[in-house]
């Protein structure tokens, strides 16, 4: 199910910064993955 939200996620993201779908998906699943932990770390 993560999986479903986070493409989908990608999707909506990558068209509306960028205009068209951004071909390196594990690219961007990394960067959003390690600015969310970023952000989970500093409201602790």
């Known amino acids: 199910m993560s999986h479903k ?3 989908l996620s ?3 993201t ?4 960028f205009g068209k ?3 390196d998906q594990e ?3 990394t960067i959003v ?3 969310m932990l970023e952000l989970r770390i500093k409201t602790k």
């Open 27 to 29: 690219a961007f699943r």
């Open 21 to 23: 779908k951004w071909k």
């Open 33 to 35: 993955t390690k600015e």
């Open 14 to 17: 990558t068209k509306a910064a």
């Open 5 to 7: 939200v986070f493409s």
């Open 10 to 12: 990608y999707g909506i």
